[in-house]
């Protein structure tokens, strides 16, 4: 399977059926036919077929997903897109830098597109589950694209960078559901030693999260990483230390 079959677009919450069509015509018309659909409108409403035309195979063969995390579980890199910069929004590409990343990176693996809802994006906590971030330069005086728009682009640049060759690692990144299994025994770790604040232990697990989606650690890594935070629990654990002598 080349790139463009192992690449899922994911829309968070659509909110206008008419759009979910659009992007399907979208997506066909640069090859892709994953569509992935987190919660919003109905996939089967007679507006998202008129507005998809000849692409209603891909209209009809989206999955939906309850969260953003169960959508991309199978995937190894992700990229989330933004037109908001903030705090957590810093490290953000541009749409073909971040498709020449991916296309040097994905060897074998899957990938993601993110698209968040119409009116208001992706939140902060779906940007942290997805490993790049990337927005499309627009005029400032009006910057707001329709989400069919923006998933054209992307996918036009995705497979204009397949036709330019794919320099393929070749190393197997971890894929996002281990990731997640990491960080979440990360944060539990954490609360155990009282490194994190219990009042807002997302700030600096977000910063982690950016670390560790820099260092794009393989399975073996990954493991490594958890039988630490593992030994870290096990001396943490208050029965041990009253068994100290």
Not at 13 to 31: C, D, F, H, I, Y
Not at 226 to 235: D, F, I, P, V
């Given at each position: 399977?080349?790139?463009?079959d ?5 829309l ?23 569509l ?153 770790t ?18 982690l ?37």
């Open positions: 399977m080349n790139l463009l192992r690449t899922a677009v994911i968070v919450e659509p909110q206008t059926p008419g759009n979910l069509g659009m992007v399907s015509r979208a997506m066909k018309n640069m090859g892709l036919r994953e992935r659909v987190v919660k919003g409108c109905r996939i089967d409403h007679p507006d998202a077929f008129k507005f998809a035309v000849s692409a209603r195979d891909v209209l009809l063969g989206a999955a939906r997903f309850e969260s953003l995390a169960e959508a991309l579980a199978d995937t190894t890199f992700s990229i989330a897109t933004t037109r908001r910069l903030g705090k957590y929004r810093q490290e953000t590409m541009e749409p073909a830098e971040a498709v020449a990343r991916l296309c040097s990176r994905i060897g074998a693996g899957r990938a993601a597109l993110v698209f968040g809802r119409e009116d208001n994006g992706l939140t902060t906590d779906e940007l942290a589950l997805c490993r790049w971030q990337a927005t499309i330069p627009t005029s400032d005086e009006y910057g707001s694209l329709n989400v069919a728009q923006a998933v054209l682009i992307f996918c036009y640049e995705l497979s204009r960078g397949i036709v330019g060759g794919i320099e393929s690692t070749t190393r197997e990144i971890a894929a996002t559901d281990d990731m997640e299994a990491l960080y979440g025994q990360m944060e539990k954490l609360f155990m030693i009282g490194f994190l604040d219990e009042n807002n232990p997302a700030h600096l697990m977000r910063t999260r950016r670390v560790f989606s820099r260092a794009e650690l393989d399975g073996r890594e990954v493991a490594v990483l958890r039988g630490m935070l593992s030994q870290m629990e096990w001396a943490a654990d208050p029965a041990k230390l009253r068994e100290a002598p």
